[in-house]
């Protein structure tokens, strides 16, 4: 559908998202402060066991809140949806992404600041608006051990896969 739109249209599109977003106030309150906007981070494939050492463990992360009464990380994804979410869209068995980056950022965190990764608790939000209406939602996206463990491993087998030019 992406394809079918025009430069005008879909910027026409981020100005309505952008404007329902501020004028329902959906953003983050004051309390809460910016640790990082639109932050790049990228680790050596040492990091995984079992990555080849040709691979870069990469982040591209939204926004990263520091919570002010836990100290925990919040890290934010924006994203548009041209239909509401399924109610279990957010949940670790549907997306790799919130279990990626909560594994992977108290690491960079601690290669950026020092501050040892194990002190670091992170909790991870997709912030969505969906076209149709302008209808906003939050969700916190809970991850696992379990999922930890089946998305790294899925990375290194698709890795592994993409190295040695397999099918998928």
Known sequence: RWQAWNETTIRQLARE???AYIDDERYWPDMF???AVEAQGYLPASYLP???KNWVISLQIDLVLLEPHSGRHLIV???TSRRKWA???HLPYKQAQPTWYQHWWPTLWERHTGETAATVDTAFY???M???GLKFMRREAPTTNDARTYWLTAAIDTAE???TEAPL
Request: a negative charge; aromatic letters at 4%; glycine letters at 4%.
């Open 50 to 52: 079992g990555l080849h």
């Open 77 to 79: 994804d924006h994203k």
């Open 126 to 128: 997709f912030d969505v």
């Open 161 to 163: 896969l993409l190295e």
């Open 87 to 89: 109610a279990d869209n």
């Open 33 to 35: 402060e910016i640790i």
């Open 130 to 132: 969906q076209h149709q």
């Open 17 to 19: 998202c952008i404007d």
